[in-house]
């Protein structure tokens, strides 16, 4: 087995184009558990940690143009600067709860998209903040929004040789929340999470559902009826029915299924409350 | 046919590998290290304690859930189960073995563990310290703590040290002995 670490993203690339079959080593904080429990044996690996273009994060254009891009390399502590921060709030918020300091130093948000665990807590920030993932390879560069990447449980569109380089982040003008449910608030897998935006230029929100399906589940006709019944002139005053209704529709979007963290049922009930207190409290912060 | 009761002679063929071909240099607490003989898929924790003689980073539960190997790569709180040791090459890797007292040089006494550090100290003194596995975990998390954030608030110490896990004292008293730390730092401005 060889372990790569390249020092220029352009040798990663090729490295991979030479040898499709080398694991990609992001933090490692997925792969070294399957690594130490035996469950995994890569043929060789291919470490980014010293290709310093991942580990930048710059903002791209201005106004209601402005995209965060993040490289795929920037860590969950990152993502947590208060610069960043003020930018990408739910994404901050979602990066808390990730694991423990340690956890956060080490993983990334390029490794949460390329494992694609449906309970990975940055997926649904992304998927309603409508990101994009860039991705490089020998042949070129392409990119997807997020909701199209993550295409199943641990499953992407990522080709055989590609890298996730990047994450475009566009930048919200307006409140938002992420709130996550599990045994307790460190060290923990989420049980149900859900991330909710709200653009007062737009007068639109985007609410998205981790853990409670295959992939970060959104539904655009709850989004846009609820933004027409929410009352953008008179805010913060808000009507409990329509709190209600958007949870309930929430709930009814989400796919639940029973696991070793919860039921199907549990779930279902606990996006229903997260979604109507996420609605809430983003609105209160109008 | 005496045996080797001293435990320091490595065994003659390598114990755990197939495919063990990688030489790697890693830097540990200041000092270069060649790394031999291991399989390429072990983790910095296993190459420290089993290939570079320091056990002070405990091995647990090797999924990153209780702090018990954290060590500083690159001067960053990383539990050493989840790196993988051949990747670590070219970064500055501190063990609990490496912290020194403040104002410490080297040649002191304090390099070679015979003066602990303040927060090793006030560990034992507020009897933060019980079965002692955890630890060492502990105090380089603390350390990073308090190097970071000199006078954290509760809530703070709580939320930094939430990856380190403690079966023994009910946290009580290792948050004891960090108050202690962080008073008598503050008293030394």
Redesign the interface.
Known sequence: MTVLAPTRLDDAVAALAADPSLTVLAGGTDLMVAVNYGQYRPAGVLSLRRVPELHDWHVDGDGSAAHVVLGAATSYTTLLDPALAALLPALAQASRTVGSPQIRNTGTVGGNLGTASPAGDTLPVLVALDATVELASASGRRSMPVSEFVTGPKQTALALGELVTAVRVPVAHGPQEFLKIGVRNAMVIAVANCALVLDLGRRHLACALGAVGPVPMRDRDAERWTAAHLDWGHRPRLEPALVDEFGRRMAAASRPIDDHRATAAYRRHAVEVLARRALARAWAAT | MGGDVTGTTPPATPVRDT?AD?VYRLTVNGTAHTVEGTR??D?LLHVLRDRLGLPGAKNAC????C?SC?VLVDG????A????A??A??CEITTVEGLTPAGAEPGDAALTGAVLTDVQQAMIEAGGVQCGFCTPGFVV?IH?LLDRVPDPGPLEVR??L???LCRCTGYGRILAAIEQVVTVRGNGR
């Open positions: 495919d990688a390429p898929t983790s090797e999924q990153g859930e702090g954290s960053v709180l990383v539990c189960c989840l790196e993988l051949e990747a090459v070219g998390a990073d939320e930094a939430a990856g380190n």
